[in-house]
Each structure stands twice: as structure tokens, then as C-alpha cells.
């Protein structure tokens, strides 16, 4: 479902042009990066009456990012794995994280990894829900949460929530920028 949702994201477009190795290269990525969020990760679905997922939402919770080196290290073979016929994607990527890792927030706060709706079930409220669920612990929690998005047009979605742009990324010259963007406690 994740890889269909950001088939046509500029920064995975810009990762892996060719169709057929974005296509499986997403489904690669998305799979080793769910399987191995760490143990301060906080999964939530929601699914349709036929009990399929139709949206997900990963954050990582207070405390957990960056997250711990066993984490980072099993999450390396689907990275590699998704990325491998595409080198120059491999260095873009890693330009990407380390811009990441050097603007994240390093006070308390939870880090959304993933909203992901079905393209299918998009402009549902699927992801209203899956942030509201979130937000409402983050606020009784009293931290702030962070994010980052590679599409312009998800900005005023997640303003909706209370998320402000603090940073916009341009870590390769000619790859897309990325926005980081947050909300404190309420």
C-alpha cells in the first residue's frame, strides 16, 4: 500500500526513475523500514469492512530516535536491497539522511516516520484519524511532534494540525526539497 501511495513522490521518483525499479524498490524499502522501526515505535492501522489496511501511521516515540544502532543496522539489507541497481541512489539517499539527522529536533518529541493512506481510500479522513489518535497522546504526553515530507502540497495538510514548516532541505543539487515541519504540545 505504501509503495503504491508514493509511486509518484518527487523524492522517490528522484531515488528510482526507471517504473519497474521504483515500483519494487518502494515495496522493498517500506516493508524492511516497517519491520524494523526499533522499540520505540508505534504502529497503527486502519482497515476497511473487508479487514484490509488501508491506512498506516509510524511514529517513533519519545526517546526513540535517533534509533538505537541495531535498528540502523536491520534496516540496512532493504535499503540496500530496494536501492542496489540504482547506485547514485544509494549516495543521493544517504545526502538525503544525513540532512535528516542533522536537522532533526533533539529535544522530546515524537517523530512521524509514515502517514500513508491507500490511494484507493485517499481524501477519506483515514489520515485525519491516524493523526488525531497520535496527536491526542503527544499532547497528553506534552511533547512536541516532527515530520518530514518531500511534497509542497502536503504543508498545508499537516497546518491543518497545527505543524509549522522549520527547515526546508536541499541536500542534492537537482533532488527535491524536503520540508521539515513541527508542532509543539497542546
Known amino acids: 500500500m505504501a509503495a503504491r501511495a508514493f509511486y509518484t513522490d518527487p ?3 528522484h531515488l528510482g ?3 519497474f525499479l521504483r515500483n519494487r524498490g518502494l515495496a ?3 516493508r524492511a523500514m516497517l519491520r524494523h522501526l ?3 515505535a508505534r504502529l497503527v492501522t486502519v482497515r476497511d469492512d473487508q479487514d484490509r489496511v ?3 501511521a509510524a511514529w517513533v516515540t519519545t526517546g526513540g530516535y535517533p534509533q ?3 535498528t540502523q543496522l536491520a534496516q540496512i539489507p532493504g535499503t540496500l536491497r530496494a536501492l542496489y541497481r540504482r547506485p547514485r541512489a544509494l549516495v543521493d539517499g544517504q545526502f538525503y539522511l544525513n540532512a535528516i539527522a542533522k536537522a532533526h529536533p533533539k529535544d522530546e518529541h515524537w517523530y512521524l516516520f509514515l502517514l500513508v493512506a491507500d490511494p484507493e481510500f485517499q481524501r477519506r479522513g483515514i489520515g485525519a484519524a491516524l493523526l488525531d489518535d497520535a496527536l491526542t497522546l503527544i499532547d497528553e504526553e ?3 511532534a516532527y515530520l518530514e515530507t518531500q511534497k509542497h502540497e502536503n ?3 499537516y497546518q491543518r494540525f497545527g505543524f509549522t514548516v522549520t527547515d526546508t532541505l536541499t541536500p542534492v543539487k537537482g533532488g527535491p526539497p524536503l520540508y521539515c515541519m513541527r508542532r509543539e504540545a497542546r
Open 38 to 40: 526499533g522499540p520505540k
Open 142 to 144: 506534552g511533547v512536541a
Open 155 to 157: 504543508l498545508a495538510y
Open 11 to 13: 523524492f522517490f521518483v
Open 54 to 56: 488501508v491506512g498506516v
Open 17 to 19: 526513475p526507471p517504473a
Open 68 to 70: 538505537p544502532i541495531l
Open 28 to 30: 522493498i524499502f517500506f
